[in-house]
């Protein structure tokens, strides 16, 4: 096996990893040192000279030459990280996944002082209050160094440490890869893979639960449910199981009454959490049942579409539909923990995985130009379910940097009340998206094929009100295009599209804030002329005309 040792600077990963690298006569490999060498200089020289980036590139590659991990029992090399490698996510996913990743933590004061007396110069640090940036740096990673395998208190003598890691290394059973452990003030994320099964078991833990009690459809369950359910019941745990129909047919008040009469019959009581398993449809429902049943009781959301896991398990909305629209009864009501597991993405119709990656052209058009690259790379592999996106990591990036720039949003804006960058942002591309979607009748267009659509008309307003430089909104284009969405004019009457647009802005008490694509980012603006609008949305209809 690999040891990967994690943390904090300070925290004595290279001294640890120095000594139970002889311990198992196994060779030891400083990732610093390493980065050194292949640069040619020391890392200050080339943060100096150089940049950060220079050097998480150095970083990435040295990452990358430890090759694939040692499976075997006997510990065959133990690897020390600088303290920020585990940011990047295609990092973690080459140190986490199948190996013994050891976070060695301490309090930012005790770290402190070690790094004031340590010679090493830490450029994240130098010239800073020391505890003041290590507790910086520790409330920024955490979330990282959570993940890993074992979390191990590195401050007591040394000998202590590696007896810690030493019953680490006999308890090791290669366990499932989590990528990321945060608790935030919308509940708990958790994303790995095939780390469903035991980390429902540990958010039941932590609830007191004494059972679990899953709600979940018919296609999810097939392709997700029942295989949780059976290794939760070979942890020991009493499972049962309430099944909501399949797709929209699941966000129905008749399909809630039901449910609710179900755990009435199961006797589930105020305080014992219920587990939404499947996709959007399902979390809206199953997440409104726990919103309301006995007036809300605790619930885990685990996502099993691309379009949940990257977007509507997050944030908290529930709801369900009437024949007067979608989404029109519902409640604001977060989930305990949100369990995102990448493995179970490999059964879903290549069709909904393109569709889901309208969302994250989305996020990436909000300002994360690492996403938008990875998307022009490997976006059409995702979309077509090719096995080297899941095996690459690019698959699981895309899930963490849609899904937790959706975290971040929300946890600044719980109830879209904020100022012009608080959660509307999440809004890009969907007001007309949203018209479109009624237009067909929310059928035959999915969510994300239909933001597509709403993608390139934001970018034509953008556009027309000189907010969207004609380059940025080319590269969204070409983007979608490579994706195959919105390729093909849709078969809508404008007057139609513009219809349900403004039963739209009267929801939104006559107030319709358009998100608009800027250089890097986007603004909301509430003034956009009724002619620009009808222009844009007749830019992605065949009929071309005004009805
Ligand atoms: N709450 C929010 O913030 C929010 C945001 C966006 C969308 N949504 C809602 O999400 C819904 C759309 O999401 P969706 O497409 O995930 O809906 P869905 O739950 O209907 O899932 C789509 C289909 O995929 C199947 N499926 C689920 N998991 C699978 C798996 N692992 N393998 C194979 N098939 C699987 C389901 O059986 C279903 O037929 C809409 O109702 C929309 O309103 C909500």
Redesign the pocket.
């Known amino acids: 096996m690999d040891v990967i040792l994690v943390g904090l600077p300070g925290s004595g990963k290279s001294a640890v990893g120095r000594r139970l690298a002889q311990r198992h006569q196994a060779p030891f490999i400083d990732l610093d040192e390493r980065i050194e060498s292949r640069a040619g200089r020391r890392i200050p020289e080339i943060f100096a000279e150089e940049s950060e980036a220079v050097f998480r590139a150095h970083e990435r590659a040295a990452i990358a030459e430890l090759g694939p991990p040692d499976r075997e029992p006997a510990v065959a090399r133990v690897v020390a990280t600088g303290g920020g490698a585990v940011v990047d996510p295609r990092n973690r996913w080459a140190l986490y996944r199948d190996r013994l990743a050891v976070w060695l933590d301490g309090r930012p004061e005790v770290l402190a002082q070690r790094l004031r007396r340590s010679p090493n110069v830490r450029p994240l640090i130098v010239g800073r209050d020391p505890v003041f940036a290590v507790r910086e740096l520790a409330a920024k990673r955490e979330r990282y160094y959570s993940a890993a395998t074992v979390r191990i208190n590195g401050v007591p003598e040394i000998h202590g440490v590696l007896e810690a890691v030493e019953a680490a290394i006999s308890a090791w059973r290669n366990p499932p890869t989590r990528l990321l452990d945060a608790e935030t003030a919308i509940g708990r994320y958790v994303l790995g893979e095939g780390i469903a099964a035991t980390e429902i078991g540990a958010a039941l833990r932590r609830l007191e639960a004494g059972r679990a009690v899953l709600v979940s459809?018919?296609?999810?369950w097939?392709?997700?449910g029942s295989g949780i359910a059976a290794t939760l019941a070979a942890d020991g745990w009493p499972v049962e199981h309430v099944l909501l129909p399949?797709?929209?047919d699941?966000?129905r008040l008749a399909v809630v009454e039901e449910a609710a009469r179900a755990l009435a019959r199961l006797h589930v009581e105020r305080s014992e959490p219920i587990v939404a398993i499947?996709?959007?449809?399902?979390?809206?429902a199953a997440?409104f049942l726990a919103a309301t049943y006995l007036r809300g009781i605790p619930f885990i959301q685990v996502?099993?579409?691309?379009?949940?896991q990257i977007?509507?398990?997050?944030?908290?909305?529930?709801?369900v539909?009437l024949p007067e629209g979608?989404?029109l009864v519902g409640a604001f009501h977060q989930p305990a923990t949100i369990v995102l597991d990448v493995a179970?993405?490999?059964?879903?119709?290549d069709r909904?995985r393109r569709?889901?990656l309208g969302?994250a052209v989305k996020m990436a058009a909000l300002g994360d130009e690492r996403l938008f690259e990875l998307l022009e790379r490997d976006g059409t592999g995702i979309a077509a379910g090719d096995e080297a996106t899941l095996e690459s990591g690019a698959l699981a990036e895309v899930v963490e940097r849609s899904g937790w720039a959706k975290v971040e949003v929300v946890v600044a804006d719980e109830r879209e009340r904020g100022p012009a960058d608080g959660r509307i942002r999440l809004n890009l591309g969907h007001s007309l998206g949203h018209a479109f979607e009624a237009a067909a009748g929310f059928g035959d267009l999915?969510?994300?094929e239909a933001v597509g659509y709403g993608l390139r008309a934001a970018c034509a307003i953008g556009e027309a009100l000189g907010v969207t430089p004609p380059e940025r909104a080319r590269r969204i284009g070409a983007l979608l295009d490579r994706l195959g969405l919105a390729t093909s004019p849709l078969p809508y009457a404008v007057g139609t599209v513009l219809g349900h647009l403004a039963a739209d802005k009267k929801h939104a008490a006559g107030r319709l804030r358009w998100v608009l694509p800027t250089a890097d980012g986007v603004v909301v603006r509430a003034d956009v002329p009724a002619d620009v609008v009808e222009r844009a949305a007749t830019g992605q209809l065949a009929t071309g005309s005004p009805a």
């Not at 459809?217 to 999810?220: F, I, K, L, N, T």
């Not at 996502?303 to 949940?308: C, E, I, Y």
């Not at 179970?344 to 119709?349: K, R």
Request: aromatic share 0%.
């Open positions: 459809e018919p296609g999810a097939v392709a997700a399949q797709g929209e699941a966000k499947g996709g959007g449809a399902l979390g809206d997440g996502p099993t579409t691309l379009v949940a977007d509507s398990a997050i944030g908290g909305k529930t709801g539909d979608k989404n179970v993405l490999g059964s879903l119709p909904q569709a889901a969302e999915l969510h994300g």
